[in-house]
Nanobody, 117 residues
Framework: QVQLVESGGGLVQPGGSLRLSCTASGGIFNIYRMGWYRQAPGKQRELVADISSGGNTNYADSVQGRFSISRDNAKNTVYLQMNVLKPEDTAVYYC???????????WGQGTQVTVSL
């Protein structure tokens, strides 16, 4: 059973930056594609970015050029660097792990990101 623990959310002004971290335990980190999703009030959960064990990345159009996902396989940790934040980035951000072998998916508990004056 994989457990994911997120940190780094908070309140930031528009144009500011935050870095989210997610540390995994209980599994073999390298077999998981890691991702960040977000869910704003009244909206469906959506993919923000994900990254393979080899470092191949994928971004939602809305964050391309502003957000950067990375991972440190030695630390079992994935990061999301968020720059030039906008009010529409306000959401609960969830870490996700998806096994490339059996397809199992795991979720973190979520961390709130609020972009406001």
């Amino acid at each position: 059973q994989v457990q994911l623990v997120e940190s780094g959310g908070g309140l930031v002004q528009p144009g500011g930056s935050l870095r989210l971290s997610c540390t995994a335990s209980g599994g073999i980190f390298n077999i998981y594609r890691m991702g960040w999703y977000r869910q704003a009030p009244g909206k469906q959960r959506e993919l923000v970015a994900d990254i393979s064990s080899g470092g191949n990345t994928n971004y939602a159009d809305s964050v391309q050029g502003r957000f950067s996902i990375s991972r440190d396989n030695a630390k079992n940790t994935v990061y999301l660097q968020m720059n030039v934040l906008k009010p529409e980035d306000t959401a609960v951000y969830y870490c996700n792990a998806r096994s490339v072998i059996g397809g199992q998916m795991y979720w973190g508990q979520g961390t709130q990101v609020t972009v406001s004056l």
